[in-house]
Every structure is written in structure tokens, then in C-alpha cells.
């Protein structure tokens, strides 16, 4: 399992074995379970709010296209075959097929973006990392809303109201985080490794 990339991972584990690799998937896979289970239920709504999406900009940016991939669809995986790994600790199937589907697909695709924008080092200045951030999380709700309205056979104007509005405040909020946090810590690193 080889990851080659200019991720911060690459750069902390500029040799990293199968083992460390496999290693930071199970982290991965766990931290995005975890920030899952941070859900707040929108009434009207079947679409909870929820911090998965702070861990695929994390997950994304910090571990590159190929492992970040990996990371987000083992994490679909466990769940699929029976792990509490979705929010409120459900899981199964049908949260793929169901009205979440859309997110979750749109989650893995914005990691695998997200890594490439990473592996171009767009995560580590401000004025590139906060519009990485920004296409990212259009990406899983671009998914997310076009599943959504298909699912449900709703018209958009509920689609949007129960799909992205309630969202909007907390996905800015994720956005500065992560694209802020991100050229800090390359900041860090650098230092540490002249």
C-alpha cells in the first residue's frame, strides 16, 4: 500500500510502510466515526447536522488523494457491514441508499478532491487552503442535494431549506477551521524539520 503525494502525511512519514499506512486509515476511519456521532437532528429534515464533514477537510487535505480515499471508504465499509459508524451511531445499507447516500458519496468525492488539491500544496498557505476548503464542501452537498431531491421526489425549494440551509452557518465555520488549522500546522512542520 503505497501512497506516493506532498501531503502533510507524506511529508511527516516521508517512508511510510503497509503498516503505518494501514495504521493512519483505521485513525482515520475512527476520527471520522467519532466526529459523526457529533449530530444535531434538523426538524423537518432528514439530513442531520453533523462534524463528518470538518473530518473529511482534515482527512482530505492532511493525508492526500489516495489515502484519504481509502480512509473515507473504509469508513463507508465498516459501516456498511454493521460498524456504528454513522450518526447516532447507526448503521447499515440503507444509509447509503437512503437520503443521507447523497452526502456520504459527496463526503468521499470531496476527500479524494480535497487530496489533490493537497498534493498541489494548496492546503498550505491561507489564500489557497480556505477556497480548497470551499470547493470541498461544495462538492458533498452538490452530491448530497441532487440525491436528496431524488430520494425524497421533493421539489428544490424544500430540498435546499432541509438539505443546505441549516447547514450554512456550521460548514463556514468547518471551512475557517480547516483552512486555517492546515497551513498552521505545515507552518509547524517546516520549522520543525529545518
Keep these: 500500500m503505497s501512497f506516493p503525494a506532498s501531503s502533510l502525511r507524506a511529508q511527516v512519514f516521508p517512508r511510510s510502510s503497509a503498516l503505518t499506512n494501514a495504521t493512519l486509515v ?8 467519532a466526529l459523526a456521532q457529533i449530530a444535531i437532528p434538523i426538524p423537518g429534515s432528514p439530513v442531520p447536522v453533523t462534524g463528518q464533514t ?6 482530505g487535505t492532511t493525508y492526500g488523494a489516495g489515502l484519504g480515499l481509502t480512509t473515507f471508504a473504509t469508513y463507508l465499509l465498516a459501516g456498511i457491514a454493521g460498524a456504528p459508524v454513522f450518526a447516532g451511531a447507526s448503521y447499515g445499507i440503507e444509509k447509503i441508499t437512503g437520503a443521507t447516500g447523497g452526502y456520504l458519496f459527496g463526503m468521499m468525492v470531496s476527500t479524494y478532491l480535497l487530496g489533490l ?6 492546503d498550505q498557505r491561507f489564500l489557497t487552503a480556505l477556497p480548497s476548503m470551499l470547493l470541498g464542501t461544495l462538492t458533498t452537498f ?23 440551509t441549516p447547514f450554512i452557518f ?8 480547516a483552512g ?3 497551513p498552521l500546522l505545515w507552518r509547524f512542520v ?3 524539520q529545518r
Design 26 to 33: 483505521a485513525g482515520g476511519t475512527i476520527f471520522l466515526a
Design 54 to 59: 470538518l473530518g473529511v477537510l482534515l482527512i
Design 117 to 122: 488539491l493537497a498534493n498541489r500544496r494548496l
Design 142 to 164: 452538490t452530491f448530497g442535494l441532487l440525491w436528496l431531491a431524488h430520494f425524497t421526489r421533493k421539489d428544490w425549494a424544500w430540498t435546499i431549506n432541509a438539505g443546505l
Design 170 to 177: 456550521g460548514e463556514i465555520l468547518k471551512i475557517v477551521i
Design 180 to 182: 486555517t488549522s492546515m
Design 190 to 192: 517546516n520549522n520543525r
